[in-house]
């Protein structure tokens, strides 16, 4: 039986090791996380939301699927770099995702819809309200009217759905532009992304055991029970969330793009600094059934494709 383990020791003498230090780090798994799966994005129900990839998540003994989901930011100019998955040491550790003026890195992996493992192309906020590139995201023109299209900026990605960076993944490393990203100013995960979570680890049909690696809920126009669609959330009037708590003092994250831009019970420890997220509560035996886990010591971290 494959062991989860959380080896807070490990964990800092693999830091202590590289140049650059991972995200969080607040669980280890030993087996790989399912493929990105390919689905069609759902489109913007109100303007001023922004697209949140979906991502595997862990907790009970597997991975499971957070959709995809439009979903209101943490503030106005904001942009969401998303969390993703590293190996280094025979383990698969999770980065935490988080808000902020710049797209960071996210460890090259290429999940759709704009984040095709380096920035994102769909869309950007133009004085207090967010343009989106109709050439990349889905959004009826009726509801939303800040639009554009420029086919230029979108990414045509690697091709590889690798969920996670490192030996038999994919193997970005972060720029300088985005390890000085890593010292801004970033906010954590909202409650309505935390929910959104929660929601997807209660559901059984999430899980990769039961879904073979392709969930029946892959992305949403909204979390479940967000009725506030009567006002424009990405325009100045947007409610802002705790004061940018986190700094991350050295650690990659994402890139700029030219905007200035899980878990069922979290668990989250600062690892190094970067950016945190929830990570998986439960963690016991690895899934049984998910691709073999590279046997490479190599391993990125968060400063360099790291797990967090």
């Given amino acids: 039986m494959k062991k989860c383990t959380v080896l807070i020791v490990l964990l800092t003498c693999l830091l202590a090791s590289r140049t650059t230090s991972f995200a969080q780090l607040s669980v280890q798994i030993s087996v790989a996380p399912p493929l990105i799966p390919v689905y069609v994005q759902p489109a913007c129900p109100v303007e001023g939301y922004l697209w949140v990839p979906g991502y595997w998540a862990y907790g009970f003994d597997d ?26 040491g025979g383990y698969y550790g999770w980065s935490a ?33 967010f343009q989106y590139n109709t050439a990349v995201s889905n959004v009826n023109v009726n509801i939303v009217h800040n639009t554009y299209v420029n086919r230029a900026e979108v990414h045509a990605g690697s091709g590889n759905r690798s969920s996670f960076n490192g030996a038999g993944g994919v193997t970005a490393r972060p720029t300088d532009n985005q390890r000085q990203i890593m010292k801004e100013n970033h906010i954590q995960a909202s409650a309505a992304q935390h929910t959104h979570e929660q929601a997807a680890a209660n559901n059984r049909s999430q899980f990769a055991t039961s879904n073979k690696g392709k969930p029946s809920t ?3 126009s909204r979390v479940a029970g967000d009725q506030n669609h009567s006002a424009a959330p990405g325009r100045s009037g947007v409610k802002q969330t705790a004061p940018a708590q986190n700094q991350h003092a050295q650690a990659p994250v994402k890139q700029n793009t030219t905007p200035a831009q899980h878990n069922p019970q979290p668990q989250q420890q600062h690892a190094a600094p970067a950016e945190q997220r929830n990570a998986p509560s439960q963690q016991r035996s690895a899934p049984q059934q998910q691709h073999a886990a590279p ?8 400063g360099e494709g790291h797990p967090r």
């Avoid at 890195?105 to 769909?122: E, L, M, P, Q, T």
């Avoid at 046997?295 to 968060?302: E, G, I, K, L």
């Fill in 295 to 302: 046997q490479h010591n190599a391993a990125p971290a968060h």
């Fill in 63 to 88: 991975y499971y699927w957070v959709p995809g989901v439009w979903i209101v930011p943490a503030q106005t100019g904001f942009l969401w770099t998303p969390g993703y998955w590293g190996y280094a």
């Fill in 218 to 220: 892959q992305g949403m």
């Fill in 97 to 129: 995702g988080y808000w902020g003026a710049h797209i960071g890195y996210y460890g090259g992996v290429c999940y759709g819809h704009g984040y095709d493992g380096d920035g994102y192309s769909g869309g950007h906020w133009d004085h207090g309200a």
